[in-house]
């Protein structure tokens, strides 16, 4: 429907769609807002409690998911020890791809993309998007699996 300066769109989904926002609510993690791109979403979530993001990670995985950090922020400092131990996970490997991905602004919104940084990597993008997902699957490992010690 189209009303000018609005418009509303119905969307159908299949049967094979997956559901996170009872999930989320069930989490108290808020969602601030969802964005289409093309056949992903973004979603901008808000939580009180680090655990409960974790806990809608491990939720994704078993739900066979695909879920992709971009951004993590907190609304307070974040102490110098849990930065060096994320590092500390870390192949020399992966530090360097992420090194290079975050140089080249391949984190940054409308930045570089895959091929990109693989080409400055001599790799192929489907080897950086194994990468990717490897540095990333550490990281919330040391957020998350490390955060009750």
């Given at each position: 429907m189209d009303f000018g300066d609005t418009r509303m769109y119905r969307v159908q989904h299949s049967p094979a769609t997956?559901?996170?926002t009872p999930t989320l609510s069930d989490l108290e993690i808020h969602v601030i807002s969802i964005e289409s791109a093309?056949?992903?979403w973004h979603?901008?979530?808000e939580t009180a409690e680090r655990d409960h993001l974790g806990?809608?990670?491990d939720h994704c995985r078993a739900e066979d998911i695909q879920f992709e950090l971009e951004t993590l922020r907190s609304s307070g400092a974040q102490?110098?020890?849990e930065r060096v131990s994320i590092k500390a996970t870390l192949t020399e490997r992966q530090?360097?791809?992420a090194r290079v991905a975050a140089q080249m602004g391949y984190y940054?919104?409308?930045g570089v993309s895959a091929k990109e940084?693989?080409?400055?990597?001599?790799?192929?993008s489907s080897t950086l998007s194994t990468h990717l997902r490897r540095i990333n699957a550490n990281i919330f490992a040391t957020l998350f699996d490390d955060a009750s010690g």
């Open positions: 997956e559901f996170v093309g056949r992903d979603f901008r979530l806990a809608f990670w102490p110098i020890k530090l360097e791809v940054d919104k409308g940084v693989a080409a400055e990597l001599g790799i192929a």
